[in-house]
């Protein structure tokens, strides 16, 4: 939370020079300035950022590799190491990772495989820096895309409802982190909790606290990106749409940590469905990828995996129960059903990423049916 | 945004209630940062 006041602290002050300057300049500073302040708090982070942008853009531009297939494998695997080696080395309580080297390493990732599909141009590397060093989204994301970055920078114009939107959207960002996240959730309902003598309440009003704090955190976070992101002209991609008003899970995860969660579809599920004609191994191995990105551990393989098993029962009971699926998602009623039946599948799958060790894991699911 | 409050109030009544929302979230996040542990505590009374 220090690191992303100062990080918004400095948005704020250096947004009259952003917007001072002739627009040709305005992505060169602000890449400046993400420089400047990343090598102030997190030289390792920026020196690698760097140094695989510009490896990768060494691929696109000279011939070393013959082939398009190798130049997208290096260009792939280039971000790739970095990412599995510290995400690894995190998980076993050796090295800290990188500040957002996770979501650095997607949108490189996004960009090596867009240039091989030829979706996209190769960038220059001055682009392709202007995109990687965009401060308002280093921290907690959103993995936005280049494209849209782009079109966004080509469209940058002062406009004093953006830059108002930009600060309410900071506001609202601030309102979720600390009172509704930190205070309701995480502080007051934790508290009532503890004072539950009943098993199976407490735990219950746990693992809403800790779904809720969850979701207000994570979409405070990505207001704060979306509208420091304004701030400086820039649109950001949405990152949440209301996930607990989704009636299945399928439609939950077009709704939750939406530039993770279309990323994973678009790299992972759309290519696996295409090369194995099979679309629940491609199902399963994107939310793997997805759970993984988080962490590297048995816990969250687990979570990611009964993530797919709920995605895979909504798509067949889809199918062999078209009157229930009709009601719960035509009817008002049924819609809220819906809700609440998704709002608690999704808490509950938490319990896999809340306990610590399987010992615990066991514990929590004991009290729930003692 | 918040056109919706000019079907009900005339335009300056609406912006004094968009101004109070406004000072009620601002102090809602001060005082939630404000009475976390080892903060300064400036606003319990």
Redesign the interface.
Known sequence: MILQAIFLIVILLSSPLIWSVPNYWKANVMAIITFLLLAWVAPLSVLLMVTVAFLQWSVWKYDFFKSSRSKVIVTVFLPLIPLLVYKWKFATGQWLIPLGLSYYAFRQIHVAIECYKAEMQKPTLLAYLQYLLFLPVILIGPIHRMPDFQRSQRRMKWNASLYSDGLERILYGLVKIDFLGNFLFSTQLTQIARGVHSHALRLYLEVIAFTGNTYFQFAGFSDLAIGAGLLWGIRVMENFNAPFMATNMQDFWRRWHISLSSWCRDYVFQPLAALSRNRWIALISAMLVLALWHEISLRYIVWGSVQAILILLTVNSRKKTPRVSGFINGHPLGRWIGRIWVFHLFAFSCIFIGSENIASLGANFKHIFH | ?YSWLLKYFPKPYALVLIFIW?FI??L??IY??D??PGRFRYLHW
């Open positions: 945004m406004y979230l601002i809602l996040v939630t940062i009475m976390q």
